[in-house]
Structure formats: C-alpha cells, structure tokens
C-alpha cells in the first residue's frame, strides 16, 4: 500500500542556518507534491506544491525539491527564524482523485 | 488568512451523548473534507465530499456520518459519543483546478473533542 515516511525525530537547529525536512514514499508515482505547516492545536496550513516534472520549486526562503527515481522530496528552510519552528507535512494525492494521504509530520526547532 | 470555520474548538462530553461538529466555508469549494488527527499523528481522511449530495467514507473508519445540504456546510455527526473518539477533527476545502487535479486544501482550527 502506499506509504509516506517523515523524520519523526524532531530538527532542532541555530537561527540563521538552513533546514532540510525529507519526505520518502514508496508504492507510488505521484502527480505532485504538497508541503504544509501545523502550529500545535492549529489546521494545516499550504506552502508549496511541486509536480512530477519540476525538479525545484521556490517561495521566498522556502525551496522544494522532487526527485521522482529517489521517491523523495526535501524541504528546505534558509536563513531559519524561530517563527518557522512548526510542524511540516508532506501530503501525496491518492491516485487521480482530489483526496490526499498525509506524512506524520516533522517538527522543526530553531533556537534564537 | 482561509475563510473556513469550525465551531465548537473544544467539547468536553460525556460517553454516549449525540454531537455535531459544524464546519462552514465561504470559499465556495465543491470538495470538503474531515480529518481526525490524533497528537503527534498524521491525519487520517475520515469523509469527504464532491459537492452537494455527495458524500463518501474516507480511508479511516468511522462511526460519524455527514451530510451535505449546502455547498458552505458540511457537519460531521456522532450519534453516542464514546471515549475511543477522543481526538482533533480538522475540515478542510478544495476546488479543483488544473489537468491533474492539483488541489491546496484549506483547514479550518480544528476542534478537540474529549469524551468521558
């Protein structure tokens, strides 16, 4: 079935550097990607979305990479606040319908 | 800033009582979903709906129902609340667009039930 694995340890990392958040997922070739944010006791919230042909997407500090071979996305935060110390989420559509399966998520510290 | 709103947050109610979660949009979205979430956990597609009429059971099962009278609102039911449904239950929105049915889905807070 298809599955989607997150680092459930969570990042903790200095202000100032750059995060990289991975979302692995087998038995399964999907259209896109999506990544969002959840703030404790909050709904997500969308960031980004990459599809199978980009390899590299970006907004503002945040970047995206898709690696279709690897089954593998990153994530990546530069020049990190302690504002984006949240939970991020990788979300897969479920075939060719409008449903997603989301990842459990990476929590992400930035000490100031 | 998404237009989409979940009332009550928190519900605090004992074991074998009847409770709706209410969920509205003014987006105007066709597709709706709810989710439960349990801490620290991925979130689990419990219903979902095409538009009005239209509702199916998600990937996780549940004993709520749905419906969907009217394209802005999608309540979720429980006829006899039981501690097992302890949990974050989160709608969200989406419409369609785009050849691949690339869709950002938009969440509402969220409401934390606890069942004694």
């Known amino acids: 079935s298809q599955k989607i694995e997150q680092n459930s340890e969570a990042l903790n990392i200095q202000e100032g550097k750059t995060a990289t958040l991975t979302c692995n997922y087998t038995?399964?070739?999907?259209?896109?990607l999506q990544w969002y944010r959840q703030d404790p006791g909050r709904g997500p919230v969308f960031l980004l979305l990459i599809r199978e042909n980009e390899k590299e997407k970006r907004k503002e500090r945040l970047k995206v990479t898709f690696d279709t071979t690897l089954k593998q996305s990153l994530f990546h935060i530069t020049a990190s606040q302690p504002a984006d110390s949240a939970t991020y989420l990788c979300?897969?559509?479920?075939?060719?319908?409008?449903?997603?399966?989301f990842g459990s998520g990476t929590r992400l510290l930035v000490r100031p | 800033e998404a237009d989409i709103y979940q009332t009550p947050r928190y519900l605090v109610i004992g074991t074998g009582k009847k409770i709706t979660l209410e969920c509205s949009q003014t987006?105007?979205?066709?597709?709706m979903y709810w989710y439960q979430q349990d801490p620290g956990m991925e979130l689990h597609l419990i219903h979902y709906?095409?538009?009005?009429?239209?509702?199916e059971k998600g990937d996780l099962s549940s004993e709520s129902t749905v419906s969907r009278i009217r394209t802005e609102h999608f309540p979720l039911t429980l006829e006899s609340a039981r501690p097992s449904h302890t949990s974050q239950y989160l709608c969200?929105?989406?419409?369609?667009?785009?050849?691949?049915?690339?869709?950002?889905?938009?969440f509402g807070p969220g409401t934390r039930l606890t069942v004694l």
């Open positions: 987006m105007g979205h066709d597709k």
């Open positions: 969200a929105s989406s419409e369609s667009q785009g050849r691949d049915r690339a869709n950002e889905q938009f």
């Open positions: 709906s095409y538009g009005v009429n239209s509702t």
């Open positions: 038995n399964y070739s999907p259209a896109y």
């Open positions: 979300a897969l559509p479920l075939g060719s319908s409008y449903k997603l399966i």
